[in-house]
């Protein structure tokens, strides 16, 4: 299979892509949740006179190519780190200038909607759990490293093991949203326009807007002008 159309054009130090005899079906690549783990493993992609810098442009590049492939409704111009792992790609949504950083995690069953708005993005590390619930961020969302959004999480209500208990809710993002690293977003949580929540924060409930809120749970500490 020869590179991409147009990668070989951008990129004309990549001479070609080479699947072997076993990979030379595209449905092969479209069974994996991030098809470039294929590339890191075996010495497929042949390089001359190129840069690590350009490389790396050049996977994220071939990720998205994939990613549309199977299903994802990907902006032109949204950005998705070539270590980014989509377990249903066809379930997500990224709209223009929106970027997911190196290293994010996005669980989203059939049922499940993962949308990330314009001019939003998320650090790296940010883990997703969304199943078959709906997770939207809306526009101009800046999410810091190493947050964590739980649509599904284990619950202490009912009578079944804590293990088989779930407490399962959308989560839903306003816009002009400031959430700090290190925070935990909890099932059912809206957080309306105009925010800011600080680091270490762990968020459940409705947070109204035009508030700072930090802690565990996340209080509101000030307004905001």
């Known amino acids: 299979m020869r590179a991409a159309t147009g990668l070989t054009q ?3 130090n990549f001479i070609e892509i080479s699947c072997y005899e076993v990979k030379k079906d595209l449905t092969l690549f479209c069974g994996y949740s991030n098809p470039l783990f294929l590339f890191s493993n075996i010495p497929c992609i042949f390089v001359k006179n190129t840069n690590v810098k350009q490389f790396h442009r050049f996977r994220n590049k071939l990720n998205k190519w994939f990613l549309n492939v199977q299903g994802a409704t990907l902006s032109p111009t949204a950005q998705v780190h070539h270590s980014v792992e989509i377990s249903i790609p066809k379930r997500i949504i990224l709209k223009d200038n929106s970027i997911l950083y190196k290293m994010c995690t996005i669980y989203v069953g059939n049922d499940g909607c993962f ?33 964590s959004f739980f649509c599904v999480s284990n619950s202490t209500q009912g009578d079944l093991l804590f293990r088989k208990n779930y407490n399962k809710a959308d989560i839903h993002i306003g816009n002009n949203v400031f959430i700090g690293s290190h925070c935990v977003i909890l099932p059912g949580t809206i957080i309306r326009d105009n925010i800011v929540v600080a680091a270490n924060s762990v968020v459940m409930g409705e947070l109204r807007s035009g508030c700072l809120y930090a802690g565990n749970p996340a209080v509101v500490v000030k307004e905001l002008r």
Request: charged residues 10%; contains cysteine; negative net charge.
């Open 10 to 12: 951008t990129y004309p």
């Open 115 to 147: 949308e990330l708005g314009l001019h939003s993005h998320v650090a790296p590390y940010g883990y997703f759990l969304v199943e078959n619930q709906k997770l939207i961020i809306g526009n101009d969302v800046a999410i810091g490293p190493f947050c």
